[in-house]
């Protein structure tokens, strides 16, 4: 059977392993040292901390038997009001995915007080929700969290595991999958199965964005991915599709070791994420004066100024208003792109934008690959061309 062994004639309780061991599984007693297997990630920290070699790891060499895992699960993080809008995402993706494989969708949550959260869940392509609900999952820490999915998976065995790579789900997703013993993929822009292999086709940026990865997981399940907010498409509410809703019955995680004394909100500042139209600058607009026009046109549409890479590191705008993989990844209904050439790593943050403008001098400008309409010119003069008629419209 695998897992984590201790010899305990070889043991000397120094302790040693206690310390390194992040997810909170050894202790010593009796002055011999002891493993919690639950919480054990068999990450063999302690292994190499041991100068006795007391400590060795067991693996099952037969591996996961693949046919055992069917479904597609989406975990569905929750905010004050509700499933944030990356979990809409996440289940419009996963009920591509989950009909290209003919199996179930299946909305994973973990919290409090949680049923009043499955209907609108089931309305926007769930088949099922599963509720993991307990007053120990109200604080949402990782560890009663990531002990709740682990529990739910090794029962229910679903084939693909969805995140949101938000600040929470990056922290809790790769928790899930060391314990699962999985691969993951964090930070994907595209999701498909493959036709032949039925394996999930992960697809990110690489090597700082200068080339899209194609990942898959052959050997282990479930197969794994984080996706960033904005990036796939959440679809309609359908308020008339049924789904079945039921509670897990597994016991509530044990105290993690963690405990939240107070929560303080941050200041609520306004997003390009959440914005309807945004005007991108590039490096082709030329100055920071010229930058004060890409936001007035911004500000005359109703929108949000967006900026490149480039213009925030040469201190023309805030980090705030980066689009892109280091920045932000938005899904507006209308992105004017002025002087953007196209980089890769631009490309991965705008995937989600529902009609785009590019205006450039370069008539092979990379841009213009994923515009619905191109305007070839001097980005500056078309961009004072539209303040002016739109002035003259209002």
Not at 212 to 220: E, Q, W
Not at 295 to 312: F, H, I, N, Q, T
Request: glycine share 8%.
């Amino acid at each position: 059977m695998s897992g984590l062994k201790i010899d305990l004639e070889l043991c000397k309780g120094c302790g040693r392993c206690v310390k390194v061991c992040a997810a909170g599984a050894l202790k010593v007693e009796n002055k011999k040292a002891s493993v919690d297997e639950a919480k054990c990630i068999m990450c063999g920290m302690c292994k190499d901390s041991c100068k006795f070699d007391a400590i060795s790891l067991e693996k099952d060499e037969a591996g996961v038997s693949l046919a055992d895992y069917h479904g597609v699960f989406v975990f569905a993080e929750l905010s004050e009001e509700g499933p944030l809008p990356v979990a809409f995402e996440l289940l419009g993706k996963g009920r591509t995915l989950a009909d290209a494989l003919g199996v179930k969708l299946c909305a994973v949550v973990v919290g409090f007080e949680t049923e009043k959260h499955a209907a609108s869940l089931i309305a926007h392509g769930a088949d099922e929700v599963i509720l993991c609900d307990d007053p120990v999952y109200k604080d949402a820490l990782e560890e009663p969290l990531s002990s709740a999915i682990v529990s739910l998976v090794q029962r229910e065995k679903p084939e693909i595991l969805l995140f949101g790579a938000t600040m929470f789900g990056r922290s809790l997703a790769p928790r899930v999958a060391a314990r699962l013993h999985t691969g993951l993929t964090a930070d994907c822009t595209v999701l498909e199965i493959d036709a032949e292999t039925k394996l999930l086709r992960q697809t990110r940026p690489a090597f700082g964005g200068n080339l899209m990865a194609t990942i898959v997981c052959p050997n282990n399940r479930p197969q794994m991915a984080t996706v960033r907010p904005g990036v796939m498409q959440a679809l309609e509410a359908d308020e008339s599709r049924t789904g079945t809703v039921r509670k897990d019955a597994a016991p509530a995680a044990p105290f993690s070791g963690v405990e939240l004394l107070e929560a303080v909100k941050a200041a609520k500042t306004e997003s390009i994420k959440d914005a309807k139209i945004i005007v991108d600058a590039g490096r082709g607009v030329g100055s920071k004066k010229n930058l004060k026009l890409v936001k007035e046109l911004a500000d005359l549409l109703g929108g949000s100024l967006g900026v490149s890479r480039p213009l925030v590191d040469m201190g023309w705008s805030e980090y705030s208003h980066q689009v892109g993989q280091t920045g932000c990844t938005v899904a507006p209904d209308l992105l004017i792109l002025c002087g953007v050439s196209g980089a890769i790593q631009h490309l991965a943050g705008i995937s989600g934008a529902k009609k785009i403008i590019a205006i450039n001098s370069d008539p092979d400008a990379p841009i213009f690959s994923v515009a619905h309409y191109k305007i070839v010119g001097d980005c500056m003069e078309v961009v004072q061309e539209m303040i002016r008629q739109r002035k003259t419209e209002a």
